[in-house]
């Protein structure tokens, strides 16, 4: 079992749809969680970082349940420009090592 | 300011050849992580340097892999006798962080490796 599970998609939904994304981890002792961006044949680049408490950025919106060990993203209002694959990130610092999920790919349709 | 760079972007080789793939990480930080990606895949795990020290080499994938990181800055990451199945992109990342793990990564653009 990958310890950074993500469903591959992908997802197509229309402009101005709402879309969400769930990510499971099995390491209990993950404590920073993350969602990369990645374009196509570009290198990854950071959406936002999970709070404990949940946050939002714009559109976006992450939240933690570390009850049932997964997160999400929620992103409202799609764009054609939010069209990319979202990696979802665990780590646990004191093993000093980040696992990336192998990523969502959304495809938003005009 | 400038961000991460990595050389070559782009290298075929034959099969059996060694590799030097080099990475440049932002100035001032400490924490460098070298990742590959296979197409369509995920990142794994490569290798993780705390200054010029490596406290986590446990992703990489044979003897055939090492790294090293010199002045706490620029990292080298070399493959012996190329297989096939390295095929892959080779992302580099660094962070501020001196704890791993904890901080944003910022990543280079790559360096796609072919093997023939």
Same mark, same amino acid.
């Given at each position: 079992?990958?310890?950074?599970?993500? /469903?591959?998609?992908?997802?197509?939904?229309?402009?101005?749809?709402?879309?969400? #994304?769930?990510?499971?981890?099995?390491?209990?002792?993950?404590?920073? #969680?993350?969602?990369?961006?990645? /374009?196509?044949?570009?290198?990854?680049?950071?959406?936002? =970082?999970?709070?404990?408490?949940?946050?939002? /950025?714009?559109?976006?919106?992450?939240?933690?349940?570390?009850?049932?060990?997964?997160?999400?993203?929620?992103?409202?209002?799609?764009?054609?420009? /939010?069209?990319?694959?979202?990696?979802?990130?665990?780590?646990?610092? =004191?093993?000093?090592?980040?696992? #990336?999920?192998?990523?969502?790919?959304?495809?938003?349709?005009? | 300011?400038?961000?991460?760079?990595?050389?070559?972007?782009?290298?075929?080789?034959?099969?059996?050849?060694?590799?030097? +793939?080099?990475?440049?990480?932002?100035?001032?930080?400490?924490?460098?992580?070298?990742?590959?990606?296979?197409?369509? $895949?995920?990142?794994?795990? *490569?290798?993780?340097?705390?200054?010029?020290?490596?406290?986590?080499?446990?992703? +990489?994938?044979?003897?055939?892999?090492?790294?090293?990181?010199?002045?706490?800055?620029?990292?080298?990451?070399?493959? $012996?006798?190329?297989? $096939?199945?390295?095929?892959?992109?080779? *992302?580099?990342?660094?962070?501020?962080?001196?704890?791993?793990?904890?901080?944003? $990564?910022?990543?280079?653009?790559?360096?796609?490796?072919?093997?023939?």
């Amino acid at each position: 079992r990958k310890e950074v599970e993500q /469903d591959p998609g992908p997802f197509n939904v229309p402009e101005g749809a709402t879309v969400a #994304f769930n990510c499971t981890y099995s390491n209990s002792a993950s404590q920073s #969680f993350f969602w990369y961006r990645q /374009d196509c044949r570009k290198e990854p680049k950071l959406l936002m =970082s999970v709070y404990s408490s949940g946050n939002e /950025d714009g559109r976006f919106t992450a939240q933690l349940n570390r009850a049932s060990q997964y997160i999400s993203l929620l992103i409202r209002d799609s764009k054609l420009s /939010d069209s990319a694959t979202y990696l979802c990130v665990a780590s646990h610092s =004191s093993a000093s090592k980040i696992i #990336f999920g192998s990523g969502t790919r959304l495809s938003i349709r005009p | 300011g400038a961000g991460v760079s990595q050389s070559p972007s782009n290298k075929v080789t034959e099969k059996g050849k060694d590799v030097e +793939l080099r990475c440049d990480p932002i100035s001032g930080h400490t924490a460098l992580y070298w990742y590959r990606q296979s197409l369509g $895949q995920g990142l794994e795990f *490569l290798i993780y340097f705390q200054g010029n020290s490596a406290p986590d080499k446990s992703g +990489l994938p044979s003897d055939r892999f090492s790294a090293e990181r010199t002045g706490g800055s620029v990292s080298t990451l070399t493959i $012996q006798r190329t297989q $096939q199945e390295d095929s892959a992109v080779y *992302l580099c990342a660094s962070s501020l962080a001196s704890a791993g793990g904890t901080d944003t $990564q910022y990543f280079g653009p790559g360096t796609r490796l072919t093997v023939l």
